[in-house]
């Protein structure tokens, strides 16, 4: 679960990290009652939106008076952002902070996030602050700094100042720094987060430190032991095909392909994504029905399927186990029937009274071509989707 920049800073005061007095609002006069309150400017106006590269979108403006810090929040409040991270159909600005403009001398990127491949929760740190961490990994790999956290001992202040010399940083902010560090890793463990990220922590004029951004992402399977940051979740910045798809219960994630694809099992679905990949294909979505999948459920997944424009083909791909092929085979059919959609399905049926379901689909009378086996039935898909454009 992502949390809102406003929402990150609020947090970030707990664990003594400096932030800036700043103000959030719904509505474009209370942005400009905010600003004659932090007066004098300039001020920083921010769209809250979960995504990054906000700035490049327009998202994100210094402005001189209350006037245009009104009138960037009335052009934003009711509109969506996209950015290079929302996806095309971008994120519903519902919510504007404001807070004073300062006057930078250095900009830092610092984060805390879990090194899956060493299995260690480490902090990163780059000279590079502002950019995209991503770019400064393929243009200046050497000016990522890394230090790793023993989990038995906690965030230790040597290592935040060593990390602080590498930055650059000298005299009363080598401390600042490291109690920076230190925040951050025990806000991380504290609150089960995924991910704490500020960038750029910068160098003010005055040679102050101060989080310009904050990023919390938190693991949503810990949420049960942190009600009050669940609290925190915004689900008007959820794709709506998400939504629907979490309260159907299964999982769902949106591509940017032509194949939409639905499958029992999350291994069986990446090996699926995998091959029409291989065919020369695009997977337009991630969906694992589960495998107690339905008719209803599997009517469900057709329907968020079908509400991405781009979908040209539907690849279904079932291991019956504990669920019955027959019963996916009539849960296809009565989707297919019910939505009316034209959009070609292409089936592949593998165990559990697989040969009964193959035949039900074969005398159906509909769009819906049944697969002897996988290849095949990527091969198919991937053709007929191309056939579709």
Known sequence: MNLHEYQAKEIFKKYGLPVGEFEVSTKATGIGRAAYDLAPGPYAVKCQVHSGARGKAGGVKVVQTPAEAEAFAAKWLGRRLVTRQSGPHGKPVNKILIERAVKVQKEIYVSCAIDRAKAA??????????????????????????????????????????????????????????????????????????????????????????????????????????????????????????????????????????????????????????????????????????????????????????????????????????????MIAEGIKGAVEEIKTKVPVVVRLEGNHAQKGQEILTDCGLNIVPARDLRQAAALAVKTAAAQA
Do not use: W
Request: aromatic share 6%; hydrophobic share 45%.
């Open 121 to 326: 929760l480490v902090v990163l740190a780059s000279p590079c602050g502002g950019m995209s961490i991503e770019e400064v990994a393929k243009q200046s790999p050497e000016k990522i700094f890394r230090e790793e956290i023993d989990l038995l001992v906690g965030p230790e202040a040597f290592q935040g100042r060593e990390l602080a010399y590498r930055l650059g940083l000298e005299g009363k902010q080598v401390n600042a720094f490291a109690k920076i560090y230190t925040g951050i890793v025990r806000m991380f463990l504290d609150n089960d987060l995924s991910l704490v990220e500020i960038n750029p922590l910068v160098v003010t004029e005055s040679g102050a430190l101060q989080c310009l951004d904050a990023k919390i992402n938190v693991d949503s399977y810990a949420l049960y032991r942190h009600p009050e940051l669940a609290e925190m979740d915004d689900p008007t910045q959820e794709d709506p095909r998400v939504a629907t798809a979490v309260a159907a219960g299964f999982s769902y994630v949106p591509l940017e392909g032509t194949i939409g694809c639905l499958v029992n099992g999350a291994g069986l679905a990446m090996g699926t994504m995998d091959i029409i990949k291989n065919m020369g294909g695009t997977p337009a979505n991630f969906l694992d029905v589960g495998g107690t999948a339905t008719k209803d459920r599997v009517k469900e997944a057709f329907k968020v399927i079908l509400e991405d424009p781009n979908v040209r083909c539907i690849m279904v791909n079932i291991f019956g186990g504990i669920v019955r092929c027959d």
